[in-house]
């Protein structure tokens, strides 16, 4: 079993649905993070969850909405997404926030809107 | 100025041949650095990390970092045509990492 795992692998989504992304840590780690991954940038960091406390949002739009129930469970929903959206979605986990703390990435969620 | 600097390449080497990877970051406070590998369609995957200056070596690859310079660089000894991927190097500051936009290398056999 991976350290973080992520489903769905891939999705395809029109702009009128609602989705989510979910994420899974087995690590023990207390700190879950959302990034976006499009071609030809750098990994844009959306969100930050420490001890399931929000202490980062990164100027994401909220069509994009984030929930952390536990240190192990991160959530991305989706509603109303535009085509530039489309990106590869990548979950991460570190020990804690902050200078000195591994990220580990998940295998990331590929997402399509149409 | 980007916080993190790469070179994007691609950059080309024979198989055998000793590939250097670069990054420049601008924080001076920076204190913790990163590299890590992405193969196409794949995610990031850690390779090394870095916190005093100096080398750091692991089996083919060695990481080499230059605070006063802000320069931080990935040696691979011996590359295979398996390494050829990109190449992201990260760095962290105080509360987050800030990752380059990645060095693409290819190995030719």
């Known amino acids: 079993e991976t350290g973080v795992t992520q489903t769905p692998r891939h999705l395809v989504m029109g702009m009128t649905n609602k989705k989510s992304l979910k994420c899974e840590q087995h690590?023990?780690?207390?700190?879950m993070y959302w990034y976006k991954q499009s071609a030809k940038k750098p990994l844009e960091l959306m969100f930050v969850?420490?001890?399931?406390?929000?202490?980062e949002n990164n100027s994401v739009p909220s069509r994009f909405s984030p929930e952390c129930p536990n240190s192990s469970h991160l959530f991305l929903h989706l509603h109303t997404l535009q085509p530039e959206d489309s990106a590869l979605y990548l979950c991460a986990s570190s020990p804690g926030q902050g200078t000195g703390n591994t990220i580990y990435f998940g295998e990331g969620s590929w997402l399509t809107v149409v | 100025q980007k916080e993190v600097e790469q070179n994007s390449g691609p950059l080309s080497v024979p198989e055998g041949a000793i590939a250097s990877l670069n990054c420049t970051y601008s924080?001076?406070?920076?204190?913790?650095f990163f590299w890590y590998r992405q193969y196409s369609g794949k995610s990031p995957e850690l390779i090394m990390f870095i916190y005093s200056n100096g080398d750091k070596e692991d089996g083919r690859f060695t990481a080499q970092l230059n605070k006063a310079s802000q320069y931080v660089s990935l040696l691979i000894r011996d590359s295979q045509p398996s390494d050829s991927a990109t190449y992201l190097c990260a760095v962290g500051g105080y509360q987050k990492v800030t990752f380059g936009i990645g060095t693409k290398l290819q190995v030719i056999p």
């Open positions: 690590l023990g780690h207390n700190a």
């Open positions: 924080d001076r406070g920076s204190q913790s």
């Open positions: 969850y420490n001890f399931k406390e929000q202490t």
